[in-house]
């Protein structure tokens, strides 16, 4: 294989960035995310290979059509999407039609192009070897979906087994720079969000601590430590949320923070975090997985004293059926994709699209909905920049 080189990082998405810390957002950064995402296309390839899809492609199908033809699980349906849209993109398939629940049908376009994630994974690590945890990652998942396709496992209990939970903690880590941009942004929207003066903050989803980490910094950096009356860390894992206080206690021992347990899906607890009285609602990559996310939202909403701000640090998909090389992991999990659909306000589980986003806040008495960075004016200029915060605000 010849070195991956992919095209430049626009010279413009500097300007669409200009609100965001600038150190991130390097040429090797960039390099790095081409690889990654080739990587997963390269992975996709080796798939369709293995599950033998392009003797049923002769004919357009869905993915819906094309395991019943191929007689895989109909839990596999969601991965299998991932997989079809990922090969269409790279021109193994063309898209036509669609079937009768208005899915996307493909057929084989006859293009069979060469595979080379070895190559890739020692390029990548050459570039930057702390991108090694979205790669093993995508070879956990990549290596599970045909026994997934043949229903022999689940994927949640597979892939968030004791036998991997290092692998998680490295990969939602501030150390692993394909993740922890989403760590970056969120901590960007949200300090100009906070009042003046005194404020309080609730974190939705904090896992070990990797965002709380990030906006602590910031605000340390800011000189604004000394205005924060509450930190609520919230995290449904009992181990995480362990983790995350022993390691944010010891970064920044003396602030007034607390760590308890919060279930997005569930009512509000009147012994869990008052209604009403946080200045700023965070969640990294926590809201898409929401059963319910409008009635999660309204939840939300009541948890901030007027004129706060939830800000929903997201993976993002700027165009509708866009693949991103996370969900070839996340897809193959059940927590991922049982979830509450809507035509209009949540057509498909996983990564929504900013104007999905901007709908579901506004829908939920969050207004006005403002994106960081300007999410619409950046996907003219590059298609996998696949972070955002989406911030809407309770009404005074």
Same mark, same amino acid.
């Given at each position: ?12 998405? #500097? ?43 002769? =004919? ?38 669609? /079937? ?36 093993? +990652? ?12 043949? =229903? ?37 929207? $949200? ?5 003046? =003066? ?5 974190? !939705? ?6 965002? #709380? ?15 924060? $009356? ?6 449904? #894992? ?8 022993? #390691? ?6 003396? +602030? ?8 997005? /899906?569930?009512? !509000? /607890? ?25 009635? $999660? ?12 701000? !939830? ?29 509450? +659909? /809507? ?27 403002? +994106? ?25």
């Amino acid at each position: 294989m010849p070195h991956f080189a992919p095209a430049l990082r626009p010279p413009d998405l #500097s300007l669409a960035l200009a609100e965001l810390p600038r150190e991130p957002f390097t040429d090797r950064f960039h390099l790095a995310v081409e690889l990654v995402e080739r990587y997963a296309g390269d992975w996709a390839l080796a798939l369709a290979r293995e599950l033998a899809l392009a003797p049923e492609l002769g =004919g357009a199908a869905s993915a819906r059509e094309l395991a019943a033809r191929r007689g895989f699980a109909p839990s596999f349906v969601p991965a299998l999407r991932g997989l079809l849209r990922r090969l269409n993109e790279d021109g193994a398939l063309v898209a036509e039609g669609h /079937d009768d629940e208005g899915k996307p049908r493909y057929r084989a376009t006859g293009r069979a192009p060469e595979e080379h994630r070895a190559e890739l994974r020692a390029q990548g690590l050459a570039v930057d070897p702390a991108i090694a945890p979205s790669l093993d +990652l995508l070879d956990l998942a990549g290596g599970l979906y045909p026994a997934l396709a043949r =229903g022999e496992v689940r994927g949640e209990q597979v892939l968030l087994g004791a036998g991997h939970v290092g692998l998680w903690g490295e990969y939602f880590s501030n150390r692993h720079p394909i993740y922890a941009i989403n760590n970056v942004i969120a901590a960007a929207a $949200a300090l100009p969000r906070l009042p003046a =003066g005194r404020f309080s903050i609730l974190e !939705l989803g904090a896992g070990a601590g990797s965002a #709380s980490e990030e906006l602590l910094g910031r605000l340390e950096e800011a000189g604004r430590l000394g205005d924060l $009356a509450r930190y609520e860390v919230t995290e449904p #894992s009992t181990f995480f949320r362990r983790r995350a206080e022993r #390691s944010l206690r010891a970064r920044f021992p003396g +602030l007034p923070l607390t760590f308890s347990r919060l279930d997005i /899906d569930a009512p !509000l /607890d009147p012994e869990g975090p008052a209604a009403g009285c946080f200045d700023l609602v965070l969640g990294v990559n926590v809201l898409h997985v929401a059963r319910d996310l409008p009635a $999660a939202l309204a939840r939300l909403r009541e948890r901030l004293a007027p004129g706060g701000w !939830l800000v929903g640090g997201e993976c993002v998909r700027l165009f509708p059926g866009q693949p991103i090389a996370a969900e070839m992991v996340f897809l193959a999990m059940e927590g991922f994709v049982e979830v509450a +659909l /809507d035509p209009e306000r949540r057509p498909e589980p996983g990564f929504l699209t900013p104007e999905l986003w901007q709908r579901l806040f506004a829908g939920s008495g969050l207004a006005p909905v403002e +994106l960081v960075p300007d999410l619409v004016r950046v996907r003219e200029l590059y298609a996998h920049f696949n972070a955002g915060a989406i911030c809407g605000r309770r009404p005074l």
